[in-house]
T-cell receptor, first 110, second 112 residues
Framework: GEQVEQLPSSLIVQEGASVLINCSYT??????FPWYKQEPGKRLQFIID?????ERKQTQRLTLLFDKKTKHLSLHITATQPGDSAIYFC?????????FGDGTQLVVKP | DPKIIQKPKYLVAVTGSEKILICEQY?????MYWYRQSAKKPLEFMFS???????DNQTASSRFQPQSSKKNHLDLQITALKPDDSATYFC???????????FGPGTRLLVL
């Protein structure tokens, strides 16, 4: 089955810095890649997605890049704020089943 | 987001007992899902339902049984509880054919 790997597992940055979270998947049948953010004790919150027929998507401070050939995604967050502190999950979706990475814990220090 | 409701928020159970986790969504979605999150596996797909029918089951144990009494409900019955079942159980929903899934707040289960 699909396997999703995320790196790094944790990041600590100062407010205002940019961060990059990398994600790779194995199943070429996966066509949809939503990302979620989870604050401590809270639900997963959808933040951005991309489909396999796209290479780039941007919303506000988030830029998501997708390389179908290498089966690799990267999420770039600019101008980080303490409110961005959370665990970020990459996922790959096929047939309505989501496979999640292990998450990247981001801590943004004021 | 109150449009996906999970009850209860916290649940403490004794080994061997049975519990039902409730999930209701008011997003008009026709597909619903259960996931489990624990220290051992950050997020693990369990079941998917579409139009109240089981579509996918990735849970090996028959002790976990989803129940859909209405199209916007997908409860999870867990029997013969074990300490290893301790986890946070998340319900999610989506439009069938549109892949973005939206998650409920979770039920945190502790089995003693």
């Amino acid at each position: 089955g699909e396997q999703v790997e995320q790196l790094p597992s944790s990041l600590i940055v100062q407010e205002g810095a940019s961060v990059l979270i990398n994600c790779s998947y194995t199943d070429s049948a996966s066509v949809y890649f939503p990302w979620y953010k989870q604050e401590p004790g809270k639900r997963l919150q959808f933040i951005i997605d991309i489909r396999s027929n796209m290479e780039r998507k941007q919303t506000q401070r988030l830029t998501l890049l997708f390389d179908k050939k290498t089966k690799h995604l990267s999420l770039h967050i600019t101008a980080t704020q303490p409110g961005d502190s959370a665990i970020y999950f990459c996922s790959a979706t096929s047939n309505n089943r989501i496979f999640f990475g292990d998450g990247t814990q981001l801590v943004v220090k004021p | 987001d109150p449009k996906i409701i999970q009850k209860p928020k916290y649940l403490v159970a004794v080994t061997g007992s049975e519990k039902i986790l409730i999930c209701e969504q008011y997003l008009g979605h026709n597909a619903m899902y259960w996931y489990r999150q624990s220290a051992k596996k950050p997020l693990e797909f369990m079941f998917s339902y579409s139009y109240q029918k089981l579509m996918d089951n990735q849970t090996a144990s028959s002790r976990f049984q989803p129940q859909s009494s209405k199209k916007n409900h997908l409860d999870l019955q867990i029997t013969a509880l074990k300490p290893d079942d301790s986890a946070t159980y998340f319900c999610a929903s989506s439009h069938q054919g549109r892949d973005t899934q939206y998650f409920g707040p979770g039920t945190r289960l502790l089995v003693l």
